[in-house]
């Protein structure tokens, strides 16, 4: 099958041009000068489908680097399938997902990392591509890290938080930073200090305050900027690379910056959900509403300014990518469990089919440019999780991953269900994007096209990833 996708202009991190692009079976294999000639040949003329994109953008796929599909979590699961998750991301422009297997205590990592497996093959739109979490840092844990390697799982998640779930302490992160500076894993770090918030927690219920936006009020910045810090500090001592996750305080984003000033290699990603929400507007909704937001980190107050700390940060690359960490659950009979609770609600948002949209909202409002907005969403996640070239960029090669974005259209994340996650509720409602995702395409196939989802669960394949392409 060959692919001339014409008239639009391309657009990677370096730079854009108006070029035509084809496509060969699942590859870029030229990237032309406009008008489809190449050596007096008329191009249009030997391929099987030509793709109009005159007055559009022609970019890489998106990569959002954090997604739990199905991850058993918080007394329930997220409720998006890899089958309904991943035809969700390609409808927003995503073509490739990284999800998280995790180990709960006590669990065999390889066995964990074989049910994933499992749920996921035959049953993705997308390609994906797997992290590795781990709860129990044991010396099985340790050699395990060593095998998943080869088998392309490059980068593994410690929590400092959720104690008896997730949480590991200090020693253990520092043995599996020793082994990830020895094998050249990435460390990615959920940085919360779970003591002081557990506390915070019991203080608040004894107290009688168990609406959601508690929820954000018993986490407070200084845990998280607390335990980025120490984080930061545990990884100099090992010479482990740091990827830190979901970062939502501007003073976790300076303990980053300070570290990467120091030369250090530190890094930071942030979601859409920590540069639009709040804790004061959704957090703090009236009633039980406010669970509809319930993540960690929690969404921060506005009036501290978090959210434009984020996008500056985004700008001046101390942050350096957007992933949605998107981890679903339903209001019905998931988010309820947490009435006169709020500890009890599950933590977790659903943006994985809005994060293209959410963050071209950001170029629109010029917070940051065209070429940004590819590198942060499409570019460094795929560099940074070891996929640059295969992944990420419209270059001869390069998988045919290719989202047409049409800058004349509009999206509407509106009343009712206008989108295609398996949530009864949006976390996005109200909000407009001045742009819309026209046309996607994974590996040479067409998935969305026309306003319609064309593709197939299934289509999607592993990705077996290479160590992080972002050091010396
Ligand atoms: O609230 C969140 N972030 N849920 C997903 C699990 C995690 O910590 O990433
Ligand atoms: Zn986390
Ligand atoms: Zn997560």
Known sequence: MKTLISGGTVVNATGRAPADVLVDGETVAAVLAPGSTALGVDLAAHVDQVIDATGKYVVPGGVDAHTHMEMPFGGTSASDTFATGTTAAAWGGTTTIVDFVVQYPEQNVLDQYAAWHEKAAGSCAVDYGFHQILSDVQDSSLHAMDELIAEGVTSFKLFMAYKGVFLSDDG???????????????????????????????????????????????????????????????????????????????????????????????????????????????????????????????????AEGHQDHMWQALRTNDLQLVSTDHCPFCMKDQKEMGVGDFSKIPNGIGSVEHRMDLMYQGVVSGRISLERWVEICSVTPARMFGMYGRKGVVAPGADADIVIYDPAGHTSIGLGK?????????????????????TVLSRGTVLVTGGEFVGRVGHGRYVKRDLTQYLV
Request: hydrophobic fraction near 45%.
């Open 418 to 438: 206008t989108h295609h996650m398996n949530m009864d509720y949006s976390a996005w409602e109200g909000f407009e994007i001045d742009g819309h995702v026209d």
């Open 172 to 302: 253990q992160i520092l043995r599996a930073m020793q082994k990830a500076a020895d094998n050249g894993a990435l460390m990615m770090m959920h940085a919360e200090n779970g003591a002081v918030i557990d506390v915070l927690v019991q203080q608040a219920l004894a107290a009688g305050n168990t609406a959601p936006v508690f929820h954000g009020l018993t986490r407070p910045w200084q845990a998280e900027a607390e335990a980025t810090s120490r984080a930061i500090m545990l990884a100099d001592l090992t010479g482990a690379p740091l990827y830190v996750v979901h970062v939502s305080a501007k003073q976790a984003v300076e303990q980053i910056a300070l570290a990467r000033d120091r030369g250090q290699n530190v890094f930071g990603e942030t979601c859409p959900q920590y540069l639009y929400l709040s804790l004061e507007e959704q957090l703090g909704a009236p009633g039980f509403e406010g669970a509809k937001w319930v993540c960690s980190t929690p969404l921060r107050s506005r």
